[in-house]
């Protein structure tokens, strides 16, 4: 037996090879900024927004999210914050969809993709769903964040102090964009990975011991 | 799954246990240390105080304010240094680094100090020997910065020469690049890693 050696760097390296292959093909795929997709990617985004996060906006201002008019922004929202009371408008911010919901979720498709897990039936359905909930998480932070900005100039409470250092710790960095997505694959189909792994490998290890 | 898939461990002859191999089995669950919840738990233990002190908003006017400041301008100058060897017109101003066709400025997120955390985070809390644990987060760090001045360099050359792709490449394609080769660090570092004790194989499940 060769020491430490590990496995996956070198008998499951055609294995990873072709992991790697498969999912740089499938990410540019994914993530490519096709106009339709994106027209489509943000009135979901705009629709969902505003029905479910928006509505607890703090009085008296009104968050409120539109797809950019302009022709050649497919991927961007405007997130505009209404004062009630003056009836004007207080900022308004625009959001690169594709960078803040997309790109993540495209890294967790082509990872989930290329990583072939087993189906699980009623268990990876539900890891999916979570998965691509948690990842539009990130941008509804960076809103919020916009939002409170705005709200709260202060900024002087412990929740805003929280919610700046989760904006710049998990919105700000772009390679957050795929650590994350990395992550969250890693924790909910790493089972299989590994059992396969491990299953390619120990009978080479038992033989090797056995001399 | 109820029995043990690959029951391995001591060697019957040696008494020895098998490097990467498991160890113990829960249920259908190899043991590894991976998993269990120690190893992340560990991971992100480590990993959020550096994260809090990294990206906590400290008052403009206050030291750490001017430390952060100052750690991005030496930032800039190394990337200025790199990048003049390759275009003379490259000047450094504070956290600027501007040259005739194109100028970039060094911000808290370009020192890609997140994913230096995660690194080291990652390998400080992997189960292997304290000795091998330093050395490889002490070999990582200026590994990731390295890279990432290359990442500087290579983006200020796109967007002096192909302006058109400096967006797609700096939001996409450098970080994805970035965190693979993180990726690659820990896989190379954590590959010839003996297991610290036989206990820190078998996840707490």
């Keep these: 037996m060769s020491g430490g050696r590990n496995v996956m760097l070198t008998a499951e390296r055609p294995k990873l090879l072709r992991f790697v292959v498969v999912f740089f093909l499938l990410f540019a795929l994914l993530a490519w900024p096709f106009a339709f997709v994106g027209r489509g990617y943000r009135s979901l985004i705009c629709g969902v927004g505003n029905r479910l996060v928006l509505s607890s906006a703090h009085t008296p201002y009104v968050g409120r999210l539109v797809p950019n008019p302009r ?3 497919e991927w961007h929202v ?31 498709g082509a990872l989930a993709l290329a990583g072939k897990f087993t189906w699980g039936g009623k268990r990876t359905v539900v890891n999916l769903l979570v998965a691509i909930a948690a990842l539009q998480l990130r941008g509804a932070l960076q809103f919020v964040h916009l939002e409170r900005s ?62 | 799954m109820t029995g043990p898939i690959y029951p391995m461990g001591p060697d019957r002859k040696t008494g020895k246990r098998h490097h990467h191999a498991p160890v113990a089995i829960h249920g259908d669950r190899v043991a590894s240390p991976f998993f269990g919840f120690r190893y992340p738990l560990t991971v992100a233990a480590i990993a959020a105080p550096l994260f809090v002190f990294y990206c ?48 970039v400025r060094i911000v808290q997120t370009c020192d890609a100090m997140e994913v230096n955390i995660l690194l080291a985070a990652a390998l400080a ?16 760090v200026p590994s990731m910065t390295l ?17 058109s792709w400096f967006r797609r490449t700096h939001e996409t394609l450098a970080p994805l690049l970035l965190v693979a080769c993180a990726l690659v660090i820990f896989l190379v570092a954590t590959s010839r890693a003996k297991p610290e004790s036989p206990k820190c194989r078998v996840g707490a499940t």
């Design chain 2, 147 to 163: 890279i990432n001045i290359i990442r500087l360099c290579v983006l200020y050359w796109v967007g002096a020469h192909a302006p």
């Design chain 1, 71 to 73: 022709a050649d922004l």
């Design chain 1, 150 to 211: 705005v709200v709260d100039a202060a900024h002087a409470g412990l929740s805003d102090v929280l919610l700046v250092l989760a904006n710049r710790s998990l919105v700000t960095p772009l390679s957050m964009a795929f650590v994350l997505p990395l992550i969250l694959w890693f924790c909910l189909f790493r089972t299989s990975l590994v059992q396969r792994t491990t299953a390619a490998r120990l009978p080479r290890q038992r033989a090797r011991s056995r001399g």
């Design chain 1, 78 to 108: 405007i997130a505009v914050v209404w004062n009630q009371t003056t009836n004007s408008l207080a900022a308004d911010f625009d959001i690169d969809v594709h960078q803040t919901f997309h790109l993540p979720t495209a890294v967790f």
């Design chain 2, 56 to 103: 906590y908003p400290y008052a403009d006017n206050g030291v750490m304010a001017a430390g952060i400041h100052s750690y991005l301008s030496l930032y800039a100058k190394i990337v200025g240094t790199v990048l003049s060897a390759l275009d003379p017109s490259v000047v450094v101003n504070g956290n600027d680094v501007a040259g005739h066709m194109f100028s």
């Design chain 2, 125 to 140: 809390g992997f189960p292997m020997p304290p000795g091998r644990r330093l050395v490889t987060v002490l070999a990582s």
